[in-house]
């Protein structure tokens, strides 16, 4: 990469989130700019959801893991005057591409027009084909314990799960992987009940979603992976026919 | 509303999420749906942000508050065979109608088709004008204590303050709700450092898009109203020139 100076002649570098897969939940803006970009930057997987926008676009595939080797290649292109996306999956600002890409132009002193494109989330996705486990507060948390200490994630699973909140795991489980997500399970049975109840996506979106609705005790954890989603209820989360709901008490309070 | 027995023809009920105003941010998905519907439901400053989208369907627009009788207007046009949009500004599945949609059904023991159409959200469209504040693991709370005991949201914030959570305040202050912010603020300041970063972002997406980038102590209260989104930053929240970033350790990791 490029460093300290910048070309005279800059372009820009879009962080586009591309939404959970399909095609119809991307929005319009990020259509707009992966059309009109010169150069598309993304893991592989990715760019085959959005190769319906692809007609000119030079573009820059690479396997799992080589984060940053897509976002040196992405700002690159940007500095010598191109017009850039970056694609993430679900929102770009959502444990996606657009924190990183914002840490390399910091570490590298660079100066360069940047813009971030919000997406519908993996978690949004996963909610919407579930019903509405997240109408009242909620919060997102990584298992992934390859940048973060465990004993961070660990104390934000005991906050969340005593405080009552609706949880939704990212990235819960992986071949390696596995330990993470039984301890999730743990902490949150010491907090809650075993009957509260768990809905798992996986392929959020995708003509292969498939959905599990069970809960904290009979949590299949073997049928999870990384392409699922497990959102954790809590003591307002209801089964309403096929539907997750976390009730707001609309029809508790008199208004 | 009907209540009980069903229509034996009946339509059907779309919960979508048109996202933070701006046309551009919605999904393809959400702009299909309400086109292809017949009704169109909602409170009338949205109806107004789809306006472009609006050819052939009938409205029915309320005032703030009517949440209940707009949602009762959208499930008898269903039940009565007819295609429904009932639309949330953001995602309808995050403080939208999508929820109470399905809370109704269940009330009024009715089988109604229902589909929930996310759509991005207020939070991500802040973060996305912010920076990429929400990188890491974070959390949603609405300050709005009409259905849900002040002691209950008490409780979740002290225990996101404590776990370093990135935390986004939906709802934070109304004319006649002032104190909460206020709380919410001395909560954080309990258990974080004085210079934590806050941004706020009032009108996300919107051409009057408003942006202050402040610190729990700088908070400016009264600049704060409903149409703004307070965005607390964590221990690892940084500022990268203008943007507000929660970095993910890509940096101190050795990768």
Known sequence: MQTGSNSPCQ?????VGIGPGNALDRTVRAEKVIRSSDVV????RYIEHINDLITHQEIIASGMARERHRCASAI???LAGRTVSLVSSGDAGIYGMAGLALEMIRENDL???IEIVPGVSA?????????????LDYACVSLSDLLISWDEIDNRLKALAMAD??????????KKRTRQLQRAREIFLEFRP?????GIVRNASLNNQNIIATSLTHMPLDKIDMRSLVIIGNSRTINIGQWMVTT????????
């Open 111 to 113: 100066h360069l027009d």
């Open 41 to 44: 930057v993304g893991y592989h």
């Open 248 to 255: 707001r008490g609309y029809f508790d309070a008199i208004i």
């Open 194 to 198: 075993a009957q509260t109840l768990v």
């Open 76 to 78: 690159d292109a940007a």
């Open 165 to 174: 909140m609706v949880t939704v795991l990212y990235n819960p489980r992986s």
């Open 11 to 15: 372009g820009k570098l879009f962080a």
């Open 123 to 135: 978690a949004q996705a996963g909610a919407a084909a579930l019903g509405a486990p997240l109408m």
